[in-house]
């Protein structure tokens, strides 16, 4: 009887150290998935983040084609064909309309907004070519938001062709 008692002794013995083993897994499993939560919570935040300020350079953009048109609408010849073609200019909205400007500003501390007119040239069948006729009431628009991401400027841009139509 005595041998008996002292086998079970030992198994009892056996199963503490054991379940101390079991207590190190499971906390090492724990601990992995929590670290592992907390990576992919701090990337989808991070590029989060980075996907705003892509759609607002985005909207921007947007914004800063709708203002040159705004200008066209007022006067073609006094908003847009005194601009130098290949010049850098910004927008400024000063109350009333939109009006170009050569001096840089940021919008909300965070983006620049720039945009260059290009002349339009026609083919002699009238279509837009690299050479050919210089086409006087259209002009190629290209707008450029500029931002910082990480001390790395990051440039997004939208390009479209305005032309006279109220002949003004």
């Known amino acids: 009887m005595s041998k008996m008692k002292i086998s079970k002794i030992k198994k009892v013995e056996n199963k503490k150290g054991i379940g101390l083993v079991e207590m190190m897994v499971g906390l090492s499993v724990f601990i992995f998935i ?7 919570f701090n990337y989808f935040i991070k590029n989060s983040i ?3 300020k892509t759609v607002q ?3 921007l953009a947007e914004e800063g084609i709708e203002a040159i048109k705004s200008m066209r609408n007022n006067s073609w010849t006094v908003n847009i ?5 290949g010049q850098e200019y910004y927008l400024h909205f000063n109350g009333n309309y939109w009006e170009s400007t050569t001096t840089q ?3 909300d501390g965070v983006f620049t907004r720039k945009f260059i007119l290009e002349n339009i ?3 002699t069948n009238g279509d837009i070519s690299s050479s050919g006729v210089l086409d006087s009431g259209s002009k190629k628009i290209n707008v450029f938001i500029l931002y910082n991401i990480n ?3 990051v440039t997004k841009n939208l390009s479209t062709i305005i032309t006279n139509i109220f002949g003004n």
Request: hydrophobic share 50%.
């Open 81 to 85: 064909n005194q601009l130098v073609s």
């Open 57 to 59: 350079a985005y909207f």
């Open 50 to 52: 980075l996907g705003t």
């Open 105 to 107: 500003s940021t919008i």
């Open 121 to 123: 040239y026609r083919d």
């Open 151 to 153: 001390e790395v400027v």
């Open 34 to 40: 929590v670290l592992s939560f907390i990576i992919s």
